[in-house]
């Protein structure tokens, strides 16, 4: 079963600039998808077939989860490093709220695709003007001097970096390569969702929205917090956090929140819908969260940095930092945890 315009955007590290394509998407799945209906678009075709998912038994169990109070606290930028998209800073109330401890591990990740049968977006080969292609994702190549992100043939869940590439021995690491319907297949089997941004900056936060990162307002304190790239980006990682690229999870000391490598590691998709002017529309929300999707090209929410983020590059382990990706976009620093509403 094929549908139209899918788009694979190379998203420059922690910087909103895309290399945009149209293409054919085929996304299969007959076990999943018993009807054969027409759906306007390759974006309402993926949200039909999660709803074909059906949740885990024990989905109720908060196993592995914080159960966060909620409050008021001021979101966005509040030192010298904000970008224009984290102003103006405002209120935010957000809900009480369980929380996974950890991003969504490769175990967690493999029981679903095994309970569920489910193909991830980089696992699906597809078209771009009638020239078919590989399954694969985006894999960072620091010494490509145009595109830092290169599409490589194979590269998925289980080869993060391509074919050659594996998880063996990293069931706790963070799964990556996941779009961010991939990561929405898996909430939905878990009786679970993502976070809204809201809420996202409001548990990096833990508490106290005078900070600049969770630890404090220090760089010089991130290292043994962290997981982050420290030194000459891209080319010279002097690696003091102990990690070239994802950590186990649990690496480093939780939050005041009890919550594990929300800054730093791998970026986590959030609900939302990306504006860069989110801030002064916040009228426009839909159940405290931007869910409206614009046209093929609209990005979602990322939050909490990566291995990859640098304090000469994109900073984006700050706790009001925010960037975005294409939905349908694999990323080898990408990955995403859940919460559950009570």
Not at 36 to 50: R, S
Not at 123 to 135: A, H, L, N, V
Not at 300 to 326: D, E, H, P, Q, W
Request: with cysteine; hydrophobic share 30%; net charge negative.
């Amino acid at each position: 079963m094929t549908f139209k315009t899918f788009s694979i955007i190379i998203l420059l590290l922690c910087i909103t600039v895309f290399l945009a394509c149209k293409e054919e998407r085929g996304i299969g799945r007959e076990a999943i998808l018993t009807e054969q209906v027409e759906v306007p678009d390759y974006h309402q075709a993926y949200i039909k077939e999660i709803s074909y998912i059906k949740t885990r038994p024990d989905s109720a169990s908060t196993d592995g989860m914080v159960k966060m109070k909620g409050g008021t606290y001021m979101m966005g930028g509040n030192d010298s490093l904000a970008r224009p998209n984290e102003f103006p800073r405002h209120k935010e109330k957000v809900k009480d709220l369980w929380v996974d401890k950890t991003e969504v591990t490769n175990a967690q990740f493999r029981e679903f695709v095994e309970a569920t049968g489910y193909v991830t977006t980089a696992e699906r080969s597809f078209e771009i003007k009638g020239k078919k292609y590989q399954p694969g994702a985006l894999v960072f190549d620091p010494y490509n001097p145009e595109w830092w992100w290169k599409f490589t043939k194979g590269a998925n869940w289980k080869h993060p970096q391509g074919s050659e590439s594996n998880i063996d021995g990293k069931d706790d690491h963070p799964v990556v390569q996941v779009s961010w319907y991939d990561a929405m297949a898996y909430a939905k089997w878990a009786g679970k969702r993502l976070p809204t941004e809201a809420e996202y900056e409001y548990f990096n936060r833990a508490g106290n929205d005078t900070l600049v990162y969770n630890w404090g307002n220090e760089l010089d304190l991130a290292s043994p917090r962290a997981n982050y790239f420290q030194g000459d980006f891209p080319h010279n990682n002097l690696n003091l956090d102990g990690h070239q690229k994802t950590a186990p999870v649990k690496s480093f000391p939780p939050n005041k929140f009890g919550l594990f490598e929300t800054s730093g590691n791998v970026w986590e998709w959030c609900l939302d819908t990306y504006h860069a002017d989110a801030y002064s529309n916040l009228e426009n929300r839909i159940d405290g969260y931007f869910k409206e999707y614009d046209n093929m090209q609209q990005e979602k929410v990322i939050r909490g940095g990566s291995f990859l983020c640098s304090n000469s590059y994109c900073t984006g382990y700050r706790n009001a930092a925010r960037m975005s990706s294409v939905p349908d976009t694999g990323l080898e620093h990408t990955g995403f945890r859940c919460v559950k509403d009570l």
